[in-house]
C-alpha cells in the first residue's frame, strides 16, 4: 500500500522500493535499507482477503486501475485465478 505525502512522497517510495530490490544482491545494501529511517507512507500486506475503512474519501487505484473516491474497500484473492505462460525461445 503506497500513501505518499508531500512534494517528494511519491520519490521516497521509488528510492526504498529500488534499495530493497538491490539489498538482496549485497551485504552493505541490506545494512543500509535496514537502518534507514520507516517509510510510513509505504506497507506491506499478505493475505486472501483486505478491508480498509477511511474517515474521509480517497482515491483508491489498484495495479494502476483507478476505482474514484472511496470510503470504504474489501479486496479479496482467489487462489489460482491467474494463469502464468511463458514461451521459449
Do not use: N
Not at 545494501?29 to 506497507?43: M, Y
Not at 487505484?61 to 525461445?89: K, M, N, Q
Request: aromatic residues 10%; positive net charge; hydrophobic residues 40%.
Amino acid at each position: 500500500m503506497m500513501r505518499p505525502k508531500g512534494r517528494f512522497g511519491w520519490a521516497r517510495i521509488g528510492t526504498r522500493l529500488a534499495f530493497q530490490g538491490i539489498a538482496r544482491r549485497s551485504r552493505f545494501s541490506r545494512t543500509f535499507v535496514d537502518q534507514t529511517a520507516e517509510l510510513h507512507s509505504l506497507a506491506y500486506a499478505q493475505g486472501r482477503r483486505f478491508e480498509a475503512r477511511f474517515d474521509c474519501p480517497h482515491i483508491l487505484e489498484l495495479d494502476g486501475d483507478s476505482f474514484g473516491h472511496v470510503i470504504r474497500v474489501r479486496v479479496s484473492v482467489r487462489p489460482h485465478a491467474l494463469l502464468l505462460r511463458s514461451a521459449t525461445a
